[in-house]
């Protein structure tokens, strides 16, 4: 069954500390993994994609990793900011899996002064 | 350049009732998918259409339907609503097919189903 999991389910933070989002998953063959932040009622807005050949992938103070052998991604983000209280989502799709994406169920991360 | 864009934001309906949701995509864009996404949930893919035909179809059960009309706007539509179809349903907009396309999300219709 494909599947993506993340964790931590929910996170609190200090303004201007860094933290680390992690997802596995199950998707196989893998074809590509994005990272996506969701304010509350709004729609998703990509942060990151990565294929099966990059390892990482940077976007200001975002930056995602692959470990495509072990079927894992992280979201590094640096020097929190009160906006980047959101929550994050990993998605991946398959070679097999016709036009389907696989949402995780999201991290949810609060920032505080 | 306008993003994507649904309608209507908020909707109320009961139980039993038909619900249509409509989705405008980004200029240019020939796909729209279709999610559901129950509260603390990640989106579910319900469909995807290309050039006006379904090129993809989630696990959902037969009263949800969508069609994509000639300029590439598209609707969903949701008979004898449930409890459990109360949702936030998003719309996301692509160039083409196909899992390398970005996609672009609409900010979504809040559907409370009492």
Known sequence: KNQVEQSPQSLIILEGKNCTLQCNYTVSPFSNLRWYKQDTGRGPVSLTIMTFSENTK?????TATLDADTKQSSLHITASQLSDSASYICVVSG????NQFYFGTGTSLTVIP | DAGVTQSPTHLIKTRGQHVTLRCS???GHKSVSWYQQVLGQGPQ???????KEERGRGNFPDRFSARQFPNYSSELNVN???LGDSALYLC????MTGVYNEQFFGPGTRLTVL
């Open chain 1, 58 to 62: 940077s976007n200001g103070r975002y």
């Open chain 2, 45 to 51: 893919f319900i469909f995807q259409y290309y050039e």
């Open chain 2, 25 to 27: 995509p980004i200029s």
């Open chain 2, 92 to 95: 996301a907009s692509s160039l």
């Open chain 1, 95 to 98: 070679k097999n899996t016709g």
């Open chain 2, 80 to 82: 004898a609503l449930l």
